[in-house]
């Protein structure tokens, strides 16, 4: 099998790697590079729990070809934090309770950082259309929904709505 050198920033570090034709990128940020914050899940495009950002724009990293990064910025939820300071929808997940078991946590932040980069002040039908592609089977959406809201607000530097 042919190898193809790809090239990208992932959270914000310039990382290069040798891919195989065809291979996905969820592959290659968790076996690849060692970013297991995306979680495989499906492997169909059909759960979120692989989103990452690609140039700002969300994508399944389960059903992205790895090659179609190259030269690109990728995101993953390892990338939130600044060192030991969370970012607000971390914190807010945290402090809502909005994750259990933390499978689908990864994907669910992704999601909301593509909606509030967007959508900095999203109604709630907004957050609930921006996470409809992440599937979460333990802790329900309201906690979610609600610790989005919050970050928002935080983001903002005001009161939710």
Do not use: W
Not at 101 to 124: K, V
């Amino acid at each position: 099998m042919t190898k193809t050198a790809v090239t990208f920033r992932l959270n914000g570090a310039e990382t290069a790697i040798f891919v195989d034709g065809g291979q996905n990128l969820l592959d290659v940020l968790r076996r690849g590079v060692g970013d297991l914050s995306p979680k495989y899940g499906c492997g169909q495009g059909g759960c979120g729990g692989c989103s990452v950002l690609v140039d700002g724009t969300l994508r399944l990293a389960c059903i992205t070809l790895a090659e179609s990064v190259d030269g690109a910025s990728v995101e993953t939820a390892a990338g939130l934090a600044d060192g030991p300071r969370l970012h607000p929808l971390q914190k807010a997940f945290m402090e809502g309770f909005a994750a259990q078991c933390g499978y689908c946590t990864p994907g669910m932040l992704m999601a909301a950082r593509a909606l509030l980069d967007a959508n900095p002040d999203p109604a709630r039908e907004e957050v609930v259309e921006a996470i409809s592609g992440n599937l979460c089977r333990c802790t329900g959406y309201e906690p979610i929904i609600d610790a989005i809201l919050a970050a928002a607000a935080d983001l903002r530097g005001g009161a939710a709505r």
